[in-house]
């Protein structure tokens, strides 16, 4: 899996994962620090295989972040569970550098980012605000001090 930075043409990607506008996040690529995660792809050995060439590989997941004055806060993490794994490591390690916490909203318990927030250490803190009707639960990973 290789981490890199967002760019505007991953933006229908980025909707199909997060089920979200293509146009929406496009803006997104552009108003906050947004990582991918993409497969590195497999190697095939025998030049005969019946495979079908792209010329990008496929996004696993994103996260998107910014910060405020003592907490980075995960504004949008989707993708497969070892995707979110491997995202949230990129706010942990800005957060850790400025001595900052991070937070996380989500809206299901059993989703993919929060079952990775929970495996990278973050705690839930109780309920957030809703978010298109939907109730969220707050993660938080450090202190900020």
């Known amino acids: 899996m290789h981490v890199r930075d967002a760019v505007e043409a991953d933006a229908p990607a980025l909707a199909a994962i997060a ?3 293509t146009d929406v996040m496009r803006n997104l690529v552009h108003d906050r ?3 991918v995660a993409e497969d590195e792809g497999i190697e095939v050995n025998d030049p005969n295989a019946d495979v ?3 010329d990008t590989p496929e996004l696993l997941g ?3 972040f910014d910060a405020a004055t003592d907490t980075v806060h995960i504004t949008q993490l989707g993708g497969t569970e070892a995707a979110c794994e491997r995202l949230l490591e990129e706010p942990m390690r800005f957060a ?3 001595g900052m916490a991070v937070e996380l909203l989500v809206t299901d318990e059993g ?6 927030a929970e495996q990278a ?3 839930q803190q109780g309920t957030g605000p809703r978010f298109e009707h ?3 639960l707050r993660y938080r990973f450090g202190s900020g001090d």
């Open 19 to 21: 089920d979200a506008p």
């Open 33 to 35: 620090t947004v990582r």
């Open 52 to 54: 079908e060439e792209t």
């Open 62 to 64: 994103f996260v998107s």
């Open 96 to 98: 850790r550098t400025e």
């Open 111 to 116: 989703s993919p980012a929060a079952v990775a």
């Open 121 to 123: 250490g973050f705690e």
């Open 134 to 136: 939907k109730q969220t």
